[in-house]
Structures are given as C-alpha cells and as structure tokens.
C-alpha cells in the first residue's frame, strides 16, 4: 500500500534534511520532536487512580472525600505538576463531633513515582478556594478560632504560595 502523497513527499524532505545535519544537530532535532509529539507527559501521567493511592497510603485510618483537581501545569521551576484538594473525614470519637479539615497538595511524577512537592504548612481547617494564577497558588480558607468547634472553623484567612528553590513558600 502506498503511503499519501503528501507524507511521501514529506519523508523524502525530512530524509534529506536529515543527510545535510550533523549528528549534534539531529539529536537536538529528535529531542524537539519528542518535545513536541509528548508535552507535559509527566502531569498527564498522574491518574486519578495513582492520585488516590497516594493519598490513601498517606491516611490509612481516615476516609479522603471530595478530591479534586485544581490545576496541571508548571509553577516556574517546578514543571509537570498537579495540585489537588482533598477533604478528610475523621472517625467519630465519643461524644465530640469530628473535625472536618482540607487539605492541598502539589504533585509531580519523579522516575515513574508520584513525589510530594514540599510547601510550608496551612493551619488546619476548611479550604473554600484553590486557583492557580501567575503562577502562584492562591488559597481562600477558614482556619479554627478560639471558641470553635472541631467541626466548623470560622476566622477566614487568604494564603497565597510560591514556588521558591523547589519548595512553595507563603508570606502569610
């Protein structure tokens, strides 16, 4: 069977493209290629499956619900990363009601493993919004005031997260 005209023609161009380049010159030419055919290969690879192992492996006594992506992308250094959030449902204890808490986290495939992105610590409580803009993390949440109770944190407070030396970091 004969191929289309119009990738023959485009096999002959290449190859004698290809003739005239050095050896240096192809590889950078295959490297861009692959560049292009496959572009964040890395976040793509981070399934919902691989995501949910990982954040059971972590909280092995505690029920995670209502995941969700919030973005796949990269954040200046850090390349082909995920970040997701996640609500926790601890089991009841006594007469106490149990504390609800969110929790985010920013994730990458490192060698064929899902790697945690280090980033300072939130206080514990309820995230209302995650968005992703320039390329800092923006977080909308209530953190636990003085009188609250363990399951209805109320003192809004605002986070915003930036990649710095491979970790994120917050002013806040």
């Keep these: 069977m004969k191929a289309p005209k119009s990738r023959s023609t485009s096999l002959?161009?290449?190859a004698e493209v290809n003739t005239m380049l050095t050896k240096t010159a192809r590889t950078a030419i295959v490297a861009?290629?692959?560049?292009?055919?496959?572009?964040?290969?890395?976040?793509?690879?981070?399934?919902?499956?691989i995501i949910l192992d990982y954040l059971k492996s972590m909280y092995t006594s505690i029920e995670v619900i209502d995941y969700k992506r919030i973005y796949e992308g990269g954040l200046n250094a850090l390349k082909d990363v995920v970040v997701i959030s996640y609500s926790l449902?601890?089991?009841?204890?006594?007469s106490s009601e149990p504390p609800k808490t969110s929790e985010i986290e920013v994730l990458t495939m490192e060698d064929g493993r899902i790697k945690n992105?280090?980033?300072?610590?939130?206080?514990?409580g309820q995230i209302d919004s995650v968005s992703v803009r320039d390329s800092m993390i923006h977080i909308d949440a209530k953190t636990f005031g003085e009188n609250d109770k363990p399951c209805c944190p109320s003192e809004p407070r605002?986070?915003?997260?930036?990649?710095?030396?491979?970790?994120l970091t917050t002013d806040n």
Aim: charged share 15%.
């Design 89 to 94: 449902d601890y089991p009841r204890g006594g």
């Design 12 to 14: 002959a161009t290449f």
């Design 117 to 124: 992105i280090p980033m300072l610590p939130m206080p514990p």
């Design 32 to 49: 861009l290629g692959l560049a292009i055919i496959a572009p964040g290969s890395h976040a793509q690879a981070l399934s919902d499956e």
């Design 158 to 167: 605002s986070f915003i997260f930036k990649e710095f030396d491979g970790i």
